[in-house]
């Protein structure tokens, strides 16, 4: 205790230290655990196509209408892709058993992956057909919007490689890909 009376200065800056020590942890630990309610990704299913209708009503300005439409097309496209996702799904583990049978056969495996190619192309196609109709409801300044959103959507699921991580700005500007 005679050190802190004779520098006074420093025995305050060692008392502010271990204070901001302490809050800093603090911090960290709250942050650690407080994980922000994010409305439209929430992972439960049940809710998940009111939220979609919510988060497009909300970025593009959808109208109750327009909301109607979407609701009633999205069902449908859905509706149109579970068979071939179901297909898709049921094929790769065939494709999983026969790469590791015990004698591989190449060419069911070349079958198997062409098939699984042709649904894959369906299922493309049909995405394709689903935002086609969707951005025919929508106004041309929602088109924008739209048009914005899925670029956004094909950046954030861009594939990561190694090594190769495109630089992300342009002369101090984000670059869009």
């Not at 420093?10 to 911090?27: H, S």
């Not at 914005?148 to 594939?159: A, E, G, Q, W």
């Amino acid at each position: 205790m005679d050190f802190f009376k004779k520098n006074k200065i420093a025995g305050a800056i060692i008392i502010l230290l271990v204070v901001l020590n302490i809050v800093l942890i603090t911090l960290f630990w709250l942050r650690e655990f407080h994980h922000p309610n994010f409305a439209f990704r929430d992972t439960s299913r049940k809710d998940r196509p009111e939220r979609t209708m919510r988060f497009f009503q909300h970025e593009l300005g959808f109208t109750d209408e327009q909301v109607a439409d979407f609701a009633e097309q999205r069902r449908i496209f859905f509706d149109e892709m579970k068979p071939i996702i179901k297909q898709i799904h049921d094929l790769r583990m065939e494709l999983t058993d026969a790469i590791f049978a015990d004698q591989p056969e190449e060419d069911r495996v070349r079958i198997l992956i062409g098939q699984i190619s042709e649904l894959e192309q369906k299922r493309e196609f049909a995405m394709f057909s689903h935002i086609k109709q969707v951005s025919a409801l929508c106004t041309p300044e929602q088109q924008i919007k739209l048009k914005d959103l899925m670029r956004d959507v094909m950046i954030h699921n861009r594939p990561e490689i190694r090594g190769e991580r495109p630089d992300r700005r342009i002369n101090g500007s984000k670059r869009r890909y």
